[in-house]
């Protein structure tokens, strides 16, 4: 089961990616891949999301859990047992929980050892950049001359594990 993002990019099984895109590319790789009616789908998100409107569930093997807090969210993730988990970032989850950031980005690289995991946000922060830093793959789409990752928001400095793709026009 494989999920492509652009023609080329593909998420494998057994991996956890952090994705930073537009909306509509993660709605399109979702609702383009009829193969994901066939696995067992967990989509996690916190207190709002930009995405859960936009995706196809027809299947009945599409889960949806909401995590208001980083404790539920962490709860959540150790008892997944999908084979795709997608969860869409959401800030307000940290407010106050930052110190669980290091654990539930340990906790998102050990469900992708089993699963194909996707940590997903259109645009990065700092609290995004610490649960990515676990990821296998970083993969962020932009418009063409546009960055929204490879600079650290705090201190404005490129990240060495930051990886950019551009779309061509």
């Keep these: 089961m494989l999920i492509e993002l652009r023609k080329g990019m593909t998420l494998h099984p057994g991996t956890f990616n952090a994705v930073i895109a537009p909306g509509r590319v993660m709605v399109s ?60 970032y959401d800030p307000t989850l940290f407010d106050g929980a930052e110190m669980m950031l290091p654990q539930i980005a340990g906790m998102l690289k050990e469900v992708g050892r089993e699963s194909l995991v996707i940590l ?9 950049s610490v649960l990515m830093r676990q990821a296998d793959h970083i993969i962020e789409i932009t418009p063409a001359g546009e960055s929204t990752s490879s600079r650290s928001p705090r201190h404005g400095r490129i990240l060495p594990y930051a990886q950019q793709t551009l ?3």
């Design 167 to 169: 779309e061509v026009s």
């Design 29 to 88: 790789a979702l609702n383009s891949n009829t193969d994901l009616q066939r696995f067992l789908f967990l989509y996690v998100s916190g207190n709002y999301s930009q995405l859960l409107s936009s995706i196809s569930r027809s299947s009945k093997n599409f889960e949806v859990r909401r995590a208001f807090t980083a404790h539920q969210l962490f709860t959540i993730l150790k008892e997944a047992s999908h084979t795709v988990v997608l969860l869409e």
């Design 120 to 128: 997903y946000t259109s645009t990065i922060d700092r609290s995004f």
